[in-house]
């Protein structure tokens, strides 16, 4: 992975990312860092692995659903390119 950047901020409940010299697939390896640490840290706090499997899979869950309804809505147009 080459040298990038990738801020998140959060303001009044809004989550928005800027990035810098970052690829698609650098974005999701960062995102394996993040599930990584994610999982992690639900561990140390007193989740077994299932319910640390269970809660990622509904986080991806929704964030998929998210996409769908973007799309349905026109939001985002799907390059279909490929």
């Known amino acids: 992975m080459k040298d990038c950047r990738l801020v998140i901020m959060v303001s009044d409940d809004v989550v ?7 690829s698609i697939e650098e974005l999701a390896a960062v995102s394996g860092f993040l599930q990584v640490f994610i999982g992690t840290e639900g561990l ?3 989740l077994d692995m299932d319910d640390v499997k269970n809660n990622m899979l ?6 998929m ?4 309804e973007q799309i ?6 799907p390059d279909d390119s490929s």
């Open 58 to 63: 509904d986080i991806h869950l929704a964030a």
């Open 16 to 22: 928005s990312f800027e990035g810098q010299n970052i």
């Open 72 to 77: 349905r809505e026109g939001k985002l147009e």
């Open 65 to 68: 659903e998210t996409i769908e």
């Open 44 to 46: 140390k706090r007193g």
